[in-house]
């Protein structure tokens, strides 16, 4: 079955960088929609940034400028670089792999963000 595992998360502080990496298995990487998501406590879950097979990019407004998403088809792997952090930030982050009609989900990494 996929496996999508997620790692790079911790405690940063205010301003500071993380990367986040997701490692994909059993899939074929190259076709499929790569997505970040994010939850807070008590909030749903939202789309952070998305990159299609063919390398279009989507941010949410929220991140826009300070994040990046990017992939290595030849590691099977999506990255998301966080710059500019803020204590809004504090999620849950999930990494998504959609080939549709399907949608795999990794099991989630936690990034928090001190003030």
């Known amino acids: 079955q996929v496996q999508l595992v997620e790692s790079g998360g911790g405690l940063v502080q205010v301003g500071g960088s993380l990367r986040l990496s997701c490692a994909a298995s059993r899939i074929i990487f190259s076709i499929a929609t790569m997505a970040w998501y994010r939850q807070a406590p008590g909030k749903q879950r939202e789309q952070v940034a998305s990159?299609?097979?063919?390398?279009?990019?989507n941010y949410a407004g929220s991140v826009k400028g300070r994040f990046t998403i990017s992939r290595d088809n030849a590691k099977n792997t999506v990255y998301l670089q966080m710059n500019a952090l803020k204590p809004e930030d504090t999620a849950v982050y999930y990494c998504a792999a959609t080939i549709l009609p399907t949608t795999y989900w990794g099991q989630g990494t936690q990034v928090t963000v001190s003030s």
């Open positions: 990159i299609t097979g063919g390398g279009r990019l």
